[in-house]
Structures are given as structure tokens and as C-alpha cells.
């Protein structure tokens, strides 16, 4: 490191003692006057933010508020019963949990449940699974599996873990419409694995969804466990710190409290409007550096620490549902977002390092630095350092070999892992999404990409479904795909009917014959009893 970079360093250094966190932008080359430049549009993003959490309706597509700040505030919230059910909630939470721990809540067979299944996808599963993953120790009360696709061979690979231990084992449904098809889908699975063996699933199920959606009425019929609510003003990718997060962490036995208080804290120092001191605010304005402000540059994110190695995979989610969208708030097309990918350290040193340093300058860092190394004493290695010297040395390495070739980066550093800090860096990552967002003129609180990827796998299912009934109807007879999509007035999806039949053909669910010519694309499909 040279005199100059060591003073831009200490020029540059953000440090929160409330919550722990230093933030370093000094690898970060921007020019002199760039706060000076960037004052009036984070002045219009902290009054972005306020509006928000005053209650604004921000998702404009399903006219709601957005307010996942409450939930470790609830005094906040604009509306005396938004605060009263978030506390409520977190009552019932903490109640429950301590019921599951000391065995007053038991399953069908009168035994304590050592194990849960968590039915999720995208926020309602990646964030209860980083958090359960950062945070486990081998006394934990209840062991956490999830249900996060819809994909059958997935499904008996978790149920194979679980093994003999299903009639301990708690099944939480997390949908809040109750009709997502992959939450759907495995908790038709679970149920259908649960009645095989002999047990009544109501008797370990329970729901986290909104109040009076399908699951929630079906909960209610059948007489399941407990029911939690999830809020309209809660987004999947920000519900962490709701029932959909907190539930799962309680009965694991983490300390939800303090990931509460981290998470709060954060929020606290977050508000500040002065950029220079305000470390979400930092990470925006570094953000729009690197990536012009376009998405010029992806975005890697490198904690050194096995237990936040889900955390890339977390932000992924959050950074891009938020921030890919087509159009700005004025309707303009932008094509906006940031690309996020990452690994742990020092695996990236051994996988994709090599052309970080030396290949295609199309990137910035987020360096994750976590300085304790584990509980007590470590082993001297060759009497010279530890492993966790070794680790933090990778690290000041990599960043070091990343600035020699003129390669941008941010450092986090955090004192520790545990509930509170995990809770300021959700909180921290939260808020500098919503910073961005307002920089660059986009909603990061909708996401009709998505509705759009559901609404045609319906139509998918739909054809498929026209496609066998027309093999069943002329089950004597065999068709190209283009013949059937032709026969049931789709001539324009030969192709996908090609893709559907292939399918069906590979699978004993469906009874598909292929009479297998080349090339793949005429062969031919009987339905056969």
C-alpha cells in the first residue's frame, strides 16, 4: 500500500459503532468533486426513503405501501394497527417457539419436533436459508430443511436427509397469496409423503400467508398447527425480518431479538442525510460510480466467512428483482439493474479470481471482512499464524492484486457473526437498494418480470395439457410435434410442443411413447394405456 492510498483510506473510512460495520470505498476511484456532484439527487433519495416510511404507496401496480422498516420498529408505522399487528405477531412468534422447545407443542405422535420443512421460493426461502445457515450450532433445538423449487428430484433428496424423522418434523408453508405453484406444489408433495406414512399432515403443518388467502382458509379448515400473517406491505425479497424469517429462526433458536436490534440500528444510522457518514448511502453512491449509473459493471460480492456464503446468493435476489426493470418511474424504457454473482473466500481464489485480476474490467467488488476468527483459540500454524490469518490474508491479498490492476472495490467490515450484525447487513444492503433506485428513477418495489414468467408457465401447462388430451383422444396413432400442435390449433408453438413431448416421453407420469427418429424434431408421440 503506498502514503497516498493509505491517506485516501483514512480520508475515506466509514465507521458505525452501533453497529459494528466499517465501510471502506477507497479502491473506488471516484473523482474529487463526485459527492459535491451527487448531493442533490441523494438529498431527493433520503426524501425518498422518508416518504416511504412514512407509509407512500410505492408499488404502484398493487397500490401498497411498502414498510418493511416497521418491522423492527413498529412504532414507526403510519397506522396504530400496522403496529400493533407487528407486535402482536412477534409475540405469537416468541409464544410459539418456546411451545415447540419445551415439548407443550407436539406432533401427531406426542413427540417434540426436532426437525422443520420450510416451503418457500425466491425472499421466502433465501433469506430464512442464509439466515439459518449463518447463524446454526449443533445444540440447535429444531434442524431446518427447505422446499425452495418445484423440481420432484430436489424434493426426494430433502425428504431422503430427513429420513426416519418425519413425524418429528414441523412443515412451514410460506406463501402469501397462497397461490405461488412452487410453494403450492411442495407442500402437495409434503402432504402427499406425510399421508404415506400414516400421518395426518394438519397435525404438523403451519401457515405463514395472508390473512383469508387460499392457504390460510385451508389452514383454518383442517385445523392446522398456527397460522402467521404475512403483510401486503411486505415484500418477499424484504420479509426477513417478518414471520416469514423470524418464525423459522426462533424455532432454530436463534436470537431474533438481537437480529431485530440489528436491523433497527442500522435503520437508525442509515437515515442520516449526510452521505458521507451514512454507510447505505455509500454503497448507492459507489454503485452508481461503477456502473455509470447503467449497469455498466456487475457487481461481486466476496465475504470471506463460510458462514455468510449464502449471503451472495441472498443479495442476488434482492439487488436484482429490485433494481432490473424496463422502464423508470416515467415510463421511460431504461433497462436498468446491476448483475450480482459471488463466492466465499478464499474459494474464489481458486476459481474466478484469475479473471478478476487479469480478464475483462466489467466488475466491482463487495469485499466482506468478518474479524473474529471463532470462539477461544486457534492452532498455530508452522508457528507462524493461524487459518484465520491465513484467510484474512487472502483477502488483503486479492484486494490488493484486484488495485494493482486498476480493479474496483468496497470493503464491509464487521466485528463479528451473529444475530445482530447478519441484521444490520440485511438492513444495510435494504436501504442501499432503495438509495440506488431513487438514483437511477426505477420502482425496486415491483417486479412484473416476474408476474410475467408465471403468467406464461401457466400457458405452458395449458398447452401441454391440450397436447395429451389430443394423444388420449387418438391414442391408436402417433404425431411429430408439429402435427399435434396443428391438431389442437397451436401451430405456431410447434417447438415448445416438441419440448413438452420430449418431456412427458422421459417420465413414467404421463403415458408418452416416442418413436424416436433423427433429427429429435420428428419423432413421433402415442399415448399409450
Known sequence: MSIEEWKRYKEYLNFNPEIGLMVDISRMMFPKDYFDRMEAPMQKAYRDMEALEF????????KRMVGHYWLRAPELAPRREITRDIQETLQAIKDFSRKVHTGKIKSQKGKRFSHMLIIGIGGSALGPQFVSDALRTFKDPVRPYFFDNTDPDGFDRVLKEIKGALSKTMTIVISKSGGTIENRNGMLEAKAVYQSRGLRFEKHAVAITEVNSN?????????WIARFPMW???GGRTSETSAVGLLPAALQGIDIDALLEGARLCDEVTRKKDSRTNPAALLALMWYHATGGRGKKDMVILPYKDRLQLFPKYLQQLIMESLGKERDLNSQIVNQGISVYGNKGSTDQHAYVQQLREGVNNFFVNFIEVLKDREGHSLM?????????FLNAFLQGTRRALGEKGRESITLTTETIDARSIGALIALYERAVGFYASLINVNAYHQPGV????KAAGLVIQLQ???LAFLKKEKRKSF???EIASAIGAPEEAEMVFKLMEHAASNVDHP???LSTEPPFLSRYQYQD
Open 381 to 389: 500454524l508452522d508457528g507462524k499464524a493461524t487459518s484465520g490469518d
Open 480 to 482: 411429430t410435434s408439429e
Open 465 to 467: 395439457a391440450n397436447a
Open 451 to 454: 408476474e410475467a414468467g408465471k
Open 55 to 62: 407509509g407512500a404507496i410505492a408499488n404502484l401496480d398493487e
Open 232 to 234: 401486503n406491505w411486505v
Open 512 to 514: 408418452i411413447k416416442k
Open 215 to 223: 392457504v390460510d382458509r385451508m389452514a383454518k379448515k383442517e385445523g
